[in-house]
């Protein structure tokens, strides 16, 4: 019989997580985009100043799978929420559990934290995750369209203001 846990990653599991990243980013067709490092990582998850939280999904003992979040806050509900920045399942454990696993911690965290809602964004064409994410009830959010300012847009914006 599988055993399936989740956990708080520590310091330690920052190598891991970087992997899992760059997995991830592999997955989506998206590489060339990780230009995060170690030292990034750990001191952005774990320094003085923590801004996202990371849990690790495993099978046996051995890591399957990360979820990365932080906190968001919504001003209609006048609470705060949790945001699913990355969930991610290497194909070998895939279909064991270990995303449901992840997604029910996250879950308990966000009812446990008072939060009034958990989301997360799905690339249109990852119709695995899809239909992984409607069987759990979740429910697309057409009516939004997602807006993004990153490089030299958000420089411009800064020098301009």
Not at 20 to 49: C, M, N, P, Q, W
Not at 74 to 95: H, M, W
Request: glycine fraction near 10%; hydrophobic fraction near 45%; proline fraction near 4%.
């Amino acid at each position: 019989m599988l055993v399936i846990g989740v956990r708080e990653a520590t310091v330690d599991d920052v190598p891991l997580v970087l992997s899992f990243i760059r997995e991830l980013a592999e997955y989506e067709k998206l590489s060339h985009e990780v230009v995060a490092t170690e030292g990034a990582l750990r001191e952005t998850l774990f320094g003085e100043r923590r801004y996202a939280e990371v849990l690790i999904g495993e099978q046996d003992g051995a890591p399957a799978g990360f979820a990365l979040f932080f906190h968001n806050y919504s001003t209609f509900l006048g609470k705060p929420g949790i945001y699913l920045e990355d969930l991610y399942v290497r194909p070998e454990f895939r279909g064991a559990g270990i995303g449901r696993a992840l997604l029910a911690r996250l879950a308990r965290l966000t009812v446990e934290r008072g939060c009034g809602r958990l989301e997360w964004w799905v690339l249109d064409w990852n119709e695995p995750s899809i239909g992984f994410y409607k069987k759990l009830g979740a429910v697309p959010m057409d009516d939004w369209t997602v807006y993004r300012l990153t490089g030299e847009a958000l420089e411009a914006l800064v020098d301009g203001a």
